[in-house]
């Protein structure tokens, strides 16, 4: 809880800061970008993901929200919903501005059945990655064990953990 009383108020400051200062710091990463002869721009590829970032994960926390004062706090359903919606898109905003796509190889191997995944994730990309097949490509409703680092992105936090 003490973790959310920092996270959330920190990522919607960082939405409305990132957004504001968008005149600013557009041009001058672009500018960044050519001096240093990166001429794919990857800073502002970067911080263009991390607008999307912030306001998907915003709106995240938002739905859990509403999920929580309309009553549906354990309708799990609404929140798979919602957990399908946010990896989308995330990997739609990646996709666009990083130009990352995820091809997913026998997707059909994922049964409906019970199944254990245990996946060794490097990156907040891995997680987002595995969220994305096992509930939007796969159609199941996993239930997570997260570790302590993952627990720092509000809405993994927020929604992985009803």
């Known amino acids: 809880m003490k973790r ?3 996270s959330i108020p920190g990522l919607i400051l960082g939405a409305i800061i990132l957004t504001t200062l968008i005149p600013i710091w557009f041009p001058l990463v672009i500018l960044i970008d050519l001096c240093r002869r990166q001429f794919r721009l990857p800073l502002l590829r970067l911080l263009s ?11 995240g926390v ?3 929200f509403l999920l929580w ?12 919903a919602l957990q399908r919606w946010w990896a989308a898109r995330l990997l739609g905003a990646l996709g666009k501005t990083c130009g990352i796509r995820v091809e997913v190889v026998n997707i059909e191997s994922l049964s409906s059945g019970p199944v254990l995944m245990f ?10 990655v595995s969220a994305y097949v096992v509930t939007t490509l796969a159609q199941m409703n996993p239930r997570y064990v ?6 720092a992105d509000p809405c993994l936090d927020v929604v992985g953990q009803r």
């Open 69 to 80: 004062l309309t009553g549906q706090r354990k309708n799990l359903s609404r929140h798979y």
């Open 62 to 64: 938002l739905g859990a």
């Open 146 to 151: 997260l570790k302590r680092e993952l627990l």
């Open 119 to 128: 996946a060794r994730h490097a990156s907040l990309a891995d997680s987002l």
């Open 4 to 6: 959310r009383l920092v």
């Open 49 to 59: 993901f991390a607008v999307c970032w912030v306001w998907l994960e915003t709106a």
